[in-house]
């Protein structure tokens, strides 16, 4: 299996233009989790998924936020308007039966608003 | 929030001497894992330690966990310049599965 995949792999943009994040996740996992990471804040989980459903999206910053997940292979995660301070890690990992076995990551999306 | 913190913040060493990172979390736990970090990269799974084992080895690691200081430990022993990354600790939040991961420790190992 080529892990998780994740594209982009860099993204610089220019504020208020909308962003797309594309994740495929290791093929038979359930579980899809959406992560952000900054130095000020660390890693944070935004979303995550189960069986293609969104399960928790507490961490989504804003409404400017949104995923999907319309099938067991494929999760996007949107920013519409972006904004200077979504600049940003965003790592997409997968796994199966909950994380009892680890979770996989992808190498993740630098994202760069000017 | 966050569950885990990691201590200390960074630690940098001589190729060959040993690396203790810490890792503390404030509620129960029903599994702990940590986590590398290369630059500019994703996190790697290491391990995963499970509430009612005490240590865990896989290769060079050495995990601990003790549920009653509710810390855990990892070892790197004999350490290797391909060692320095940031390392993570990661725990469920409350009665959660999903774990949440500390700031991590930046670990140096010099040639």
């Known amino acids: 299996d080529a892990g998780v995949i994740q594209s982009p792999r860099h993204e610089v943009t220019e504020m208020g233009q909308e962003v797309t994040l594309r994740c495929k996740p290791i093929s038979g996992h359930d579980y899809l989790f959406w992560y952000r990471q900054t130095m000020m804040r660390g890693l944070e989980l935004l979303i995550y998924f189960n069986n293609n459903v969104p399960i928790d999206d507490s961490g989504m910053p804003e409404d400017r936020f949104s995923a999907k997940m319309p099938n067991a292979s494929f999760s996007t995660l949107k920013i519409q308007p972006s904004e200077p301070r979504d600049s940003a890690v965003y790592f997409c990992a997968s796994s199966g039966t909950g994380g009892n076995y680890g979770y996989t990551f992808g190498s993740g999306t630098r994202l760069t608003v000017v | 929030s966050q569950q885990g913190e990691e201590d200390p913040q960074a630690l940098s060493i001589q190729e060959g001497e040993n690396a203790t990172m810490n890792c503390s979390y404030k509620?129960?736990?029903?599994?702990l894992q940590w986590y590398r970090q290369n630059s500019g990269r994703g996190l790697v799974h290491l391990i995963l330690i499970r509430s009612n084992e005490r240590e865990k080895h896989s290769g060079r690691l050495r995990v601990t966990l003790d549920t009653s200081k509710k810390s855990s430990s990892l070892l790197i022993t004999a350490s290797r310049a391909a060692d320095t990354a940031s390392y993570f600790c990661?725990?469920?939040?409350?009665?959660?599965?999903?774990?949440?991961f500390g700031r991590g420790t930046s670990l140096i190992v010099h040639p």
């Open positions: 990661a725990s469920p939040l409350g009665g959660s599965y999903i774990p949440t």
């Open positions: 509620t129960s736990i029903n599994n």
